[in-house]
């Protein structure tokens, strides 16, 4: 679902993703496949997804189709707000849902606010993402949170990433989570603290790096939540 998603991205931004120079040699934007054969690949990877999604429970099968509704319109929320970022925290991390959901057939506080601690988290590093093709993204009317925040960019990655490891806390304590959750959060704290502190929103390679970095942050969250119930 997560390659499905992008497909729908680039086909509804392939014009627009020719003017954006990191983005002008993607398949769709450069003719290298054309929109009947990226709307093949992406129905038979629905069709997967879907034979999956509905093995699951009620529960978990209505949370996964309001997931598609909400991957199918988020690449048309850059052209509608400058809170495309918040969109997808809400679609992309929609995953711990359903997993929970599937697993215990309901949804509690605890889940609710590992979804949050998600949502912040995209709100952080996609921002940083986003600051590559500022100025091209004001060149062809594109929003985003990275025009938005501009030279407030680093005051409102502190606000996401610090609600981020609230969120964290706070599931940690409602969920009865021992010693060791707490004490690997420290080092989830650390990395949010590095990347913030790294931050250059007119360095568009520093952005890259520190957006990719986030591949060690996630495993960091994973480890610490899997120590949270040994």
Same mark, same amino acid.
């Given at each position: 679902?997560?390659?499905?998603?992008?497909?729908?991205? *680039?086909? @509804?931004?392939?014009? $627009? /993703?020719?003017?954006? =120079?990191?983005?002008?040699?993607?398949?769709?934007? !450069?003719?290298?496949? =054309?929109?009947?054969?990226?709307?093949?690949?992406? =129905?038979?990877? #629905?069709?997967?997804?879907?034979?999956?999604?509905? =093995?699951? !429970?009620?529960?978990?099968?209505?949370?996964?189709?309001? %997931?598609?509704?909400?991957?199918?319109?988020?690449?048309? +929320?850059?052209?509608?707000?400058?809170?495309?970022?918040?969109?997808?925290?809400?679609?992309? #991390?929609?995953?711990?849902?359903?997993?929970? &959901?599937?697993?215990? !057939?309901?949804? #509690?506080?605890?889940?609710?606010?590992?979804?949050?601690?998600?949502?912040?988290?995209?709100?952080?590093? *996609?921002?940083?993402? &986003?600051?590559? /093709?500022?100025? /091209?993204?004001?060149?062809?009317?594109?929003?985003?949170?990275?025009? $938005? @925040?501009?030279? !407030?960019?680093?005051?409102?990655?502190?606000? @996401?990433?610090? %609600? +981020?490891?609230?969120?964290?806390?706070?599931?940690?304590?409602?969920? *009865?989570?021992?010693?060791?959750?707490?004490?690997?959060?420290?080092?989830?704290?650390?990395?949010? @603290?590095?990347?913030?502190?790294?931050? /250059?929103? *007119?360095?568009?390679?520093?952005?890259?790096?520190?957006?990719?970095? #986030?591949?060690?942050?996630?495993?960091?969250? &994973?480890?610490?939540?899997?120590?949270?119930?040994?």
């Amino acid at each position: 679902m997560r390659s499905a998603g992008c497909i729908i991205n *680039d086909f @509804f931004d392939k014009d $627009l /993703d020719k003017h954006v =120079s990191r983005t002008s040699q993607r398949p769709l934007a !450069n003719g290298t496949i =054309s929109s009947f054969e990226a709307f093949i690949i992406f =129905s038979i990877l #629905n069709l997967i997804g879907l034979i999956i999604l509905l =093995s699951l !429970n009620l529960l978990a099968i209505i949370i996964g189709l309001i %997931s598609f509704v909400l991957f199918i319109f988020y690449p048309l +929320m850059k052209r509608i707000t400058y809170w495309p970022q918040l969109f997808l925290g809400v679609t992309f #991390n929609i995953g711990c849902l359903i997993g929970y &959901a599937t697993v215990e !057939n309901q949804l #509690n506080t605890q889940i609710m606010l590992l979804y949050l601690a998600g949502i912040f988290w995209t709100l952080g590093y *996609d921002t940083i993402y &986003a600051h590559q /093709d500022r100025e /091209d993204d004001l060149n062809i009317g594109i929003k985003s949170t990275a025009i $938005l @925040f501009g030279d !407030n960019t680093k005051q409102w990655i502190i606000f @996401f990433y610090s %609600s +981020m490891a609230l969120c964290l806390i706070l599931f940690g304590l409602l969920h *009865d989570q021992n010693i060791y959750f707490f004490i690997s959060l420290i080092f989830v704290v650390a990395h949010l @603290f590095y990347q913030i502190k790294r931050l /250059d929103i *007119d360095n568009k390679s520093k952005c890259l790096r520190i957006f990719k970095s #986030n591949q060690y942050l996630g495993l960091i969250v &994973a480890l610490t939540l899997f120590i949270g119930i040994l």
